[in-house]
């Protein structure tokens, strides 16, 4: 069975910084996307930054410049680097990946806050 388990979620002050990571375990066929996603309450779940297997990486406009992601192939993790947060942020962030086989997996979520 397949886990994604996330770490580093919590309260900070506009301006400051967090940084989550999510480890994968369990049996996976070759991990391919792996990033995170935010869901702020009444609005839907968006993409924040992914990492594809190669190399390439993504990022919502939002974030771009302030965020950033990067994962180890080797330990099938992936960590989320959040500098200058603003209120706005404010959310549960899901880690996510995808195999080459087509099967997605989230997390359980971790709750990131950023008062003003």
């Known amino acids: 069975q397949v886990q994604l388990v996330e770490s580093g979620g919590g309260l900070v002050q506009a301006g400051g910084s967090l940084r989550l990571s999510c480890a994968v375990s369990?049996?996976?066929?070759?991990?391919?996307?792996m990033g995170w996603y935010r869901q702020a309450p009444g609005k839907r779940r968006e993409l924040v930054a992914v990492?594809?297997?190669?190399?390439?990486?993504n990022y919502a406009d939002s974030v771009k410049g302030r965020f950033t992601i990067s994962r180890d192939n080797a330990k099938n993790t992936v960590l989320l680097q959040m500098n200058s947060l603003k209120p706005e942020d404010t959310a549960v962030y899901y880690c996510y990946c995808n195999d080459l086989g087509g099967l997605d997996y989230w997390g359980q979520g971790t709750q990131v806050t950023v008062s003003s």
């Open positions: 990492s594809i297997s190669g190399g390439r990486t």
């Open positions: 369990g049996v996976i066929f070759r991990l391919n996307y």
